[in-house]
C-alpha cells in the first residue's frame, strides 16, 4: 500500500481499501474503453486514483498516479502488457532520444507503468512523445547537501553519482520475466513542498526532483522522511514510476 501512501492514502486493512475505492468511485468521472472502463478520481493536491472495471462492471484493478509538473521527452519502444487487468499496461522507452526516429538513441532505457493505457489515443511505437513522469519512493534517504552525500558514498563499495537513474526493473528480463517500473534514482531537490490530499484529510511530501537526463515528480509518505527536503538537498530512493502522455 505504500504507493497509496505517497499520496496521501495511508490504508492499512482492507475495510479501509474497500471505502477509499468507494468514495473514489463515487467521486470520479468515468472513462469508457473497448475493454471496460476507468474511473478516474482526481484530487485537487496532485494526487489521482484509477479504477479499473471490466464490461460486467467488476473491478478488476486500480492504480494511483500523481499529476506533476515534469516534462519529460520519451522514445518509446514497445507496449508492455500486465496479465493482472486488460486495462493495464506500460512502456519500454528510452529517456531523451536524440533521433525521433530511433527512441533507443536515447540516454538510457526504462520502464513505467500508465494508468489509463487504453486511453492513449494517438500513441504509436516507436514514437518520440512528451510524458508526465511521476516516482512513488518506496525506500528514501535524504542528504542535506552535495557533501553529505558524498561522504555517505565514501562508505560504500559501489558509490553513487548525485544525478543517477538505474533502471531496476529491467533485471527481471534476464530471467525472462516481464520487466517492472521500478528505477534506483539518485537526484537534486529542485523544488519541495507539502500537499494535503482533499479527500483523506493526510499529508504527502511532493518534490520536484533532477536526475541523470530528466527532471521528475517524486512522491513521498512523510513517516517515510523525519526531515523536510528543502531546494539542493540530494534524495536517493527506490521507487515505481508512472506517466502519462502529456497532450498539447
Known amino acids: 500500500m505504500s504507493n497509496l501512501s505517497d499520496i496521501g492514502f495511508p490504508v492499512q486493512t482492507e475495510e479501509e ?3 477509499l475505492l468507494e468514495q473514489a468511485y463515487e467521486s470520479g468521472h468515468h472513462l469508457d474503453t473497448e475493454s471496460g472502463f476507468y474511473v478516474r478520481y482526481a484530487d485537487l493536491s496532485g494526487a489521482e486514483l484509477w479504477l479499473q472495471f471490466d464490461h460486467e462492471r467488476e ?3 486500480m492504480n ?3 499529476r506533476g509538473s515534469s516534462r ?3 522514445g518509446l519502444v514497445s507496449p508492455v502488457l500486465r496479465p493482472q487487468s486488460q486495462l493495464d499496461g506500460a512502456w519500454f522507452a528510452w529517456a531523451n532520444p536524440i533521433d525521433p526516429t ?3 538513441s536515447g540516454d538510457f532505457p526504462f520502464v513505467f507503468d500508465t494508468p489509463d493505457f487504453l486511453l492513449q489515443q494517438g500513441v504509436e511505437y516507436p514514437g518520440e512523445y512528451t510524458f508526465q513522469l511521476t516516482a512513488f519512493s518506496q525506500e528514501i534517504a535524504y542528504y542535506e547537501t552535495e557533501e553529505e552525500f558524498a561522504d555517505a558514498q565514501a562508505m560504500e563499495e559501489i558509490p553513487f553519482a548525485p544525478q543517477s537513474f538505474i533502471p531496476v526493473g529491467l533485471f527481471g528480463e534476464e530471467k525472462n520475466e516481464s520487466p517492472d517500473a521500478f ?3 539518485t537526484g537534486k531537490v529542485l523544488a519541495a513542498e507539502k500537499r494535503k490530499n482533499q479527500l483523506s484529510g493526510q499529508w504527502f511530501l511532493w518534490t520536484k526532483l533532477s536526475t541523470l537526463g530528466v527532471v521528475i515528480d517524486l512522491v513521498v509518505d512523510p513517516l517515510d522522511l523525519d526531515v523536510s527536503p ?3 538537498g540530494i534524495i536517493q530512493c ?3 514510476l508512472s506517466g502519462q502522455v502529456v497532450k498539447e
Request: glycine share 8%.
Open 238 to 240: 527506490q521507487a515505481w
Open 59 to 61: 473491478l478488476i484493478g
Open 230 to 232: 528543502q531546494a539542493g
Open 64 to 66: 494511483p498516479h500523481f
Open 183 to 185: 528505477a534506483l534514482l
Open 17 to 19: 481499501f474497500a471505502i
Open 102 to 104: 530511433d527512441p533507443e
Open 72 to 74: 519529460v521527452k520519451v
